[in-house]
């Protein structure tokens, strides 16, 4: 069992590739990234690649919220984009994933926070 999956029990979705391993995460929960992992690789996986004979793994260049919500582009080096639901999975390094999940849940907690006085205030 990795330090990840030590820590966080429920990152279970993970894929070793040669040497590395890459935890699964959401377009949305990886565009919510902290600043200190902004230029930081994720990985985009085309398992149909394969089968033609090319790599899998993609690196995205860039994420961009639709401003109607829920929908996001997904940039690649050669300039190419995708757009896809924020649900769509993508791979994050090993190294990232622990930052990652500690900004999300601070995000959860300050928001549950924020719900908890906006409700004592309605009271």
């Not at 990886?30 to 200190?36: A, G, N, T, V």
Request: with cysteine.
């Amino acid at each position: 069992m990795s330090t990840t999956q030590a820590e966080f029990p429920e990152v279970l979705h993970t894929q070793a590739i040669g040497g590395a391993v890459r935890h699964r995460v959401t377009v949305a929960q990886w565009d919510k990234r902290p600043d200190s992992l902004v230029d930081e690789a994720a990985y985009w996986f085309a398992p149909y690649a394969e089968e033609c004979g090319n790599d899998p793994w993609a690196v995205i260049d860039g994420i961009d919220a639709h401003t109607t919500g829920g929908r996001f582009d997904v940039w690649f080096a050669s300039g190419q984009c995708v757009t896809v639901e924020g649900s769509k999975p993508i791979y994050v390094g090993d190294k990232h994933i622990v930052p990652l999940l500690r900004h999300l849940i601070e995000i959860d907690m300050h928001a549950d926070s924020d719900i908890r006085r906006v409700e004592s205030l309605a009271a």
